[in-house]
């Protein structure tokens, strides 16, 4: 079994990214388990917190990242960079000797958005960051869903079969390289 943890950075309620997310989990070929998680709950990083105790969403995001191969984040585009929120919670998960659980770890990125780029911008922006956590980027595929409210429903299904084609093809991909170690 090849488990990845799948996070998406949106707060959103209806939140394309964590729809993409979802289908993601239940796209995903016989033998991957996605462990689809959201950010909520997780506080701005403050140093004092941390000392007083680990928050719980954070810990929660920490034992899922352990647990896992690999590691999908499902990034929203905030002004063509990376959610404020999302990097948030990353700092959150990395800090301290936690930063151990990204070393070498298999990390693919994926996202959403109601404009025509769909997420270049935010997926290029978090690759500095992956680079200084020491993850290992999957390269082989790429998927930036752009125009998301014509391929999702109201309820949050993607609808669009194209796009479904796509993401169970890097989903795929991505478990197929991290299960062969070529991640």
């Known amino acids: ?107 693919a990125l994926i996202g959403a958005s109601p404009g025509p780029f769909g997420t270049t911008q935010a997926q290029t922006n978090w690759l500095p960051v992956l680079r200084t956590l020491g993850m290992s980027p999957w390269f082989e595929g790429r998927l930036m869903v752009s125009r998301a409210r014509e391929v999702f429903d109201d309820n949050g299904a993607l609808t669009d079969a194209r796009t479904r084609e796509k993401l169970a093809e890097f989903v795929a991909g991505f478990a197929g390289a991290i299960s062969r170690g070529k991640v």
């Open 1 to 107: 079994m090849t488990r990845i943890l799948g996070i998406s950075g949106s707060l959103r309620r209806e939140s394309f990214n964590t729809s993409l997310l979802n289908a993601a989990a239940v796209l995903a070929p016989e033998g991957v388990e996605i462990d689809a998680r959201t950010i909520h709950g997780v506080p701005l990083y403050d140093a004092d917190v941390e000392r007083a105790g680990i928050p719980e969403a954070v810990a929660a995001l920490r034992d899922g990242l352990e647990a896992a191969d690999g590691l999908l984040l499902v990034t929203p585009e905030y002004n063509n960079s990376m959610p404020g929120v999302f990097k948030n919670a990353i700092d959150w998960m990395s800090s301290g000797p936690a930063a151990a659980l990204f070393k070498g770890k298999p990390v």
